[in-house]
């Protein structure tokens, strides 16, 4: 690990360089060339901070992880007004979750986990996990309709979430980005809380 100003700088530069150069699934036996002619190093400075290709991308994973912000940070629960906090969760996750950067790592990881489940682990823990998490001690706060009080907030969150990123998920991982048009996100978290059963809070029984 590096341990002085200069290191640092060398050691952020491979990994942002490893970013542009892996997300992209260009993953042949020149990867670690490219790497290092991006970042302005050598390839034996790059296996003296990392080890070897994985141990680069077990770097690579945590560093985008630890340097997304959580997408759901400034959304704040009004208990009395559910719809509008669901729409704030939808939205932010929406800017924050599917967008290029994170959905390209996303799909990196997914290809890899299968041989290198360490980084599905990794990405688990520091994006999907936490945000699940976040949305649900949120929607905890709010005063849901009946039929989803009986509803862990976990699940509610999950659910929630899900609907918003399959389709557009899957069609971004094989049409590209295209698919990625604000207008219809915002129309679709809109209909996904509708599709909830939370109603305006002026218009609840």
């Known amino acids: 690990m590096p341990t002085t100003a200069k290191q640092q700088d060398r050691f952020n530069r491979i990994l942002a360089a490893a970013a542009q150069e892996l997300l992209d699934m260009r993953d042949d036996s020149t990867a670690v060339d490219r790497i290092a002619l991006r970042s302005g190093t050598s390839k034996a ?9 994985v ?62 489940p ?11 996990k936490r945000t699940y998490e976040a949305a649900a001690n949120l929607i905890s706060n709010l005063q849901l309709p ?19 990123t399959g389709t557009t998920q ?15 996100m915002a129309e679709r978290v809109r209909n996904a809380v509708t599709m909830l059963g939370i109603r305006d809070h002026q218009d609840q029984a």
């Open 170 to 184: 899957l069609s971004y991982f094989c049409l590209g980005d295209d698919v990625l048009h604000s207008d219809e």
């Open 45 to 53: 400075t790059i296996y003296r901070y990392f080890g070897d290709k």
């Open 118 to 128: 360490e980084l599905g682990e990794i990405f688990w823990d520091a994006g999907p």
């Open 146 to 164: 009946d039929h989803l009080k009986a509803v862990p907030a976990r699940q509610v969150a999950e659910f929630f979430l899900n609907m918003l």
């Open 55 to 116: 141990g680069l991308e077990r770097a690579m994973v945590g560093w985008l992880c630890e340097r997304a912000r959580d997408p759901l940070e400034g959304v704040v629960a009004k208990p009395s007004d559910a719809r509008s906090t669901m729409i704030a969760i939808g939205d932010a996750f929406a800017s924050g979750v599917l967008n290029r950067h994170v959905m390209d790592l996303h799909r990196y990881v997914v290809a890899r986990a299968s041989t290198h």
